[in-house]
């Protein structure tokens, strides 16, 4: 008789990637109990949140559908629904006529602080860890999504480690190594940003080096 396979077979990936599956359904499902009061869908929730992440910045529906990493038309539908719900305002962009733009009403700007409140759960699994676990973590988890974006399988981030502005390892300091040079100040590991509205991103060439000497200039971790 085959022996049946037991856990320890696995491989540390294979853990790893069982227990990015469970946290992303926990997360899902915390969307869900987070909405349903509201009669909001997690996609519906995301783009309050979104909205009101980037208030102030012109936001389009490609925009919306890039960084949620769904369809147009999965976008436009969740749009459509918060607009009946009066959650937010289509306009039209001041660059280009043809472009709608979303903006957040009063109501919606309310409705996504308190959209936003499922995240508590992660967020106190995140403070359980150390600061450096935290910084080890953040820094994979960079790793991680460039690697889900070179396969195509979500949209481009705007994080430092593709940003124009990120010089890796510029400085000597070990707790602030790097440099933004949109602030001109050094920054460290636990201050690397996977979301910044002043991102610009770096050309394929200059990206590439970029990406290698922040691999490199990691002390071997």
């Given at each position: 008789m085959k022996p049946l396979p037991i856990q320890g077979d696995k491989t540390i990936v294979e853990h790893i990637t069982a227990g990015l599956a469970k946290v992303a359904a926990a997360l899902r499902s915390q969307a869900w109990e987070g909405g349903t009061a509201r009669k909001l869908t997690p996609t519906q929730g995301q783009i309050l949140l979104l909205l009101?992440?980037?208030?102030?910045q012109p936001i389009?529906?490609?925009?919306?559908?890039?960084?949620?990493?769904?369809?147009?038309?999965?976008?436009?539908?969740?749009?459509?629904?918060?607009?009946?719900?009066?959650?937010?305002r289509k306009g039209r962009s001041t660059e280009d006529n043809r472009a709608l733009t979303l903006t957040l009403t009063a109501s919606g700007q309310r409705e996504a602080r308190r959209?936003?409140?499922?995240?508590?759960?992660?967020?106190?699994?995140?403070?359980?860890?150390?600061?450096?676990?935290?910084?080890?973590?953040?820094?994979?988890?960079?790793?991680?999504?460039?690697s889900l974006q070179e396969q195509g399988?979500?949209?481009?981030?705007?994080?430092?480690?593709?940003?124009?502005?990120?010089?890796?390892y510029a400085h000597?300091?070990?707790?602030?190594?790097?440099?933004?040079?949109?602030?001109?100040?050094?920054?460290?590991?636990?201050?690397?940003?996977?979301?910044?509205?002043?991102?610009?991103?770096?050309?394929?060439?200059?990206?590439?080096?970029?990406?290698?000497?922040f691999l490199s200039g990691s002390g071997g971790r």
């Open positions: 009101e992440e980037r208030a102030g389009r529906l490609n925009d919306v559908a890039n960084a949620l990493g769904v369809t147009a038309a999965t976008a436009s539908d969740a749009v459509i629904a918060l607009e009946h719900k009066q959650l937010l959209s936003g409140g499922w995240t508590d759960v992660v967020r106190a699994g995140v403070q359980s860890l150390s600061l450096e676990e935290q910084a080890v973590f953040l820094r994979g988890l960079i790793k991680l999504i460039r399988a979500i949209s481009t981030m705007r994080m430092c480690a593709g940003c124009i502005y990120f010089r890796p000597a300091d070990v707790a602030k190594p790097h440099h933004c040079a949109f602030v001109d100040a050094p920054m460290g590991e636990n201050q690397l940003r996977l979301d910044c509205s002043d991102f610009v991103p770096v050309s394929e060439v200059d990206g590439v080096r970029r990406w290698q000497e």
